[in-house]
């Protein structure tokens, strides 16, 4: 397959899931709150791409949401180019993925992550992953969503592929990404009216902080956005509305 066909595919479903999980938090919030949405530019003197980061605050369900859409392209710094495959032997690159962080309300909603990306040099792949942080345990959410994900990869290759493959590839990102659209509907549908104290909050503020380190001491693709000329606003979306630390 053309690579440019494969940049098109991957591009445009990233951007259709945009919509979907945009369109799925708004049904939850009852279309009572609309996104805010910017476009960027990665940068301001050529053409290299850019993307769109949609927020919304302070809804009846999610206290914050960001839902950013990326396509980016240019050449990698030379500092980075020997960790990224196939960088070394062209620093050209392309790029494009989504990814999503809901911080909630309620403090018995954990808050949930998502990416998912496709990344071309002289060689191509995609990448990325889904994580929920529970400020309150729940060891039934919890084997739940492994379980979930199990089953959703073991509907592609019990083992994973030695080779890549775009077509079985970009079958599973997709999966991947419908299956974090069912996940997060379900446990705000099962959790969205459970009662919650001033304590649970607190709880949930301090679990915040921790998130925030996390996000900006030893998250990877923070980092590497930051360091690379990303769009600061969409890269640090990520950051909860209110934290605190003890």
Same mark, same amino acid.
């Given at each position: 397959?053309?690579?440019?066909?494969?940049?098109?595919?991957?591009?445009?479903?990233?951007?259709?899931?945009?919509?979907? @999980?945009?369109?799925?938090?708004?049904?939850?919030?009852?279309?009572?709150?609309?996104?805010?949405?910017?476009?960027?530019?990665?940068?301001?003197?050529?053409?290299?791409?850019?993307?769109?980061?949609?927020?919304?605050?302070?809804?009846?369900?999610?206290?914050?949401?960001?839902?950013?859409?990326?396509?980016?392209?240019?050449?990698?710094?030379?500092?980075?180019?020997?960790? @990224?495959?196939?960088?070394?032997?062209?620093?050209?690159?392309?790029?494009?993925?989504?990814?999503?962080?809901?911080?909630?309300?309620?403090?018995?909603?954990?808050?949930?992550?998502?990416?998912?990306?496709?990344?071309?040099?002289?060689?191509?792949?995609?990448?990325?992953?889904?994580?929920?942080?529970?400020?309150?345990?729940?060891?039934?959410?919890?084997?739940?969503?492994?379980?979930?994900?199990?089953?959703?990869?073991?509907?592609?290759?019990?083992?994973?592929?030695?080779?890549?493959?775009?077509?079985?590839?970009?079958?599973?990102?997709?999966?991947?990404?419908?299956?974090?659209?069912?996940?997060?509907?379900?446990?705000?549908?099962?959790?969205?009216?459970?009662?919650?104290?001033?304590?649970?909050?607190?709880?949930?503020?301090?679990?915040?902080?921790?998130?925030?380190?996390?996000?900006?001491?030893?998250?990877?693709?923070?980092?590497?956005?930051?360091?690379?000329?990303?769009?600061?606003?969409?890269?640090?979306?990520?950051?909860?509305?209110?934290?605190?630390?003890?």
């Amino acid at each position: 397959m053309d690579n440019e066909i494969k940049k098109d595919l991957a591009s445009n479903w990233f951007k259709l899931l945009q919509n979907a @999980i945009c369109n799925d938090i708004s049904r939850l919030e009852k279309n009572k709150i609309k996104f805010k949405s910017t476009f960027w530019q990665r940068s301001k003197d050529r053409d290299e791409g850019g993307g769109e980061y949609r927020i919304i605050k302070n809804g009846k369900i999610f206290e914050k949401v960001g839902v950013n859409f990326s396509k980016v392209y240019g050449k990698f710094p030379k500092k980075f180019q020997k960790n @990224i495959p196939g960088a070394s032997k062209d620093p050209r690159f392309w790029a494009s993925g989504i990814s999503i962080v809901m911080h909630m309300q309620n403090p018995h909603i954990p808050a949930m992550h998502f990416n998912t990306r496709y990344i071309c040099t002289t060689q191509n792949w995609f990448g990325g992953g889904m994580d929920v942080t529970p400020s309150i345990k729940d060891k039934k959410e919890e084997s739940n969503f492994h379980l979930s994900l199990k089953k959703m990869c073991d509907r592609h290759n019990k083992t994973y592929y030695k080779k890549d493959n775009f077509e079985k590839d970009f079958k599973f990102v997709r999966d991947v990404g419908v299956t974090f659209q069912m996940i997060f509907n379900s446990i705000i549908e099962n959790k969205t009216k459970k009662k919650w104290t001033l304590k649970d909050k607190e709880m949930q503020y301090i679990k915040r902080g921790r998130y925030a380190e996390f996000n900006l001491l030893y998250d990877r693709g923070t980092k590497f956005g930051l360091q690379t000329g990303g769009n600061v606003e969409g890269i640090l979306m990520s950051l909860p509305p209110v934290a605190k630390w003890k």
